[in-house]
C-alpha cells in the first residue's frame, strides 16, 4: 500500500504509486508507529524541496529518523520541481544550496531588497499557498502568455503547466499532451504562489520531469 505522501500542485498530500524526481518536508506531520498522516498538514512555514539522495543519507520513509528516535520530518515527495513550486515550497538552502540561492537571488533583484532572507521567503510564501489560505488567484485565459515557464494554472480539478507557450497537463506519473486553446476556459486559477511566479520571470529555471513534451 502506498503511503500518504505525495504532493499535488494544489498543495494536496495524496497515497499514489507514482514517485517522482524530489522529496521535500513542512516539518513533522506523520504517526512513525502508523506512517499515516496526522490532521495538520505543515508545522513549519518552511516549505522545502530537496533531492533524494544526499551524501549517502538513508531514512526510513515515514518513520522514526531523529537522533532521538522520534519522528524526525515527514517526506514528501514531488513529480519535478514545477510541481513542488506550485505546491508552495521552495528549494533547501542545505541540500540544494546553489538552487536556493538562485532563486533568493531571483527575489531580491524583483524586491530590490539584497537583505532578504530564507525566513522571509517562508513568511511570504506562507500567506500564498493554496493549501494555507484557500484563496485562488483568478487569471483570464487570455493573460497566460504573461506567465513564465514553470507556472501551474488550474480549472476544476485538472493542473497544468506553462512551458514554451503551451499548457502541458499535469499528472502524478508526468505530463500529458498539450491543452488546445478551445479547451481552456476564460478564467483559470493560478496555482503557483505570486513570489515564486516572480522569480520564475526573474530568470529561476526549475528542474522538470523527462515526461514534458514527449
Known amino acids: 500500500m502506498s503511503l500518504q505522501n505525495r504532493v499535488s500542485p494544489f498543495g494536496q498530500v495524496v497515497a499514489t504509486q507514482a514517485r517522482g524526481l524530489f522529496t521535500g518536508n513542512r516539518g513533522v506531520i506523520h504517526d512513525p508507529d502508523t506512517k499515516t498522516l496526522l490532521r495538520r498538514r505543515w508545522t513549519t512555514r518552511a516549505w522545502i524541496v530537496c533531492v533524494c539522495e544526499f551524501r549517502g543519507r538513508r531514512r526510513e520513509v515515514m518513520g522514526r529518523n531523529s537522533p532521538t528516535g522520534t519522528a524526525g520530518w515527514t517526506e514528501l515527495f514531488f513529480l519535478d520541481e514545477v510541481t513542488a513550486l506550485a505546491a508552495g515550497h521552495r528549494p533547501c538552502f542545505f541540500c540544494r544550496r546553489e538552487a536556493a540561492t538562485d532563486f533568493l537571488t531571483c527575489v531580491r533583484e524583483v524586491k530590490k531588497d539584497q537583505a532578504l532572507k530564507a525566513p522571509d521567503l517562508d513568511s511570504t510564501l506562507h500567506g500564498q499557498r493554496l493549501a494555507v489560505t484557500g484563496r485562488t ?67 529561476y529555471s526549475p528542474v522538470w520531469h523527462a515526461s514534458i513534451g514527449s
Not at 514553470?150 to 502524478?172: K, M, N, Q, T
Not at 486553446?181 to 526573474?202: D, F, G, M, N
Open 137 to 203: 488567484q483568478p487569471i483570464a485565459a487570455e493573460a497566460l502568455p504573461d506567465l513564465p515557464d514553470g507556472s501551474v494554472i488550474a480549472f476544476g480539478e485538472r493542473a497544468c503547466a506553462l512551458r514554451g507557450g503551451a499548457l502541458y497537463e499535469w499528472s502524478f506519473a508526468g505530463y500529458g499532451s498539450t491543452l488546445s486553446p478551445e479547451k481552456i476556459p476564460p478564467v483559470v486559477q493560478l496555482l503557483t504562489p505570486a513570489l515564486t511566479v516572480s522569480a520564475l520571470r526573474q530568470g
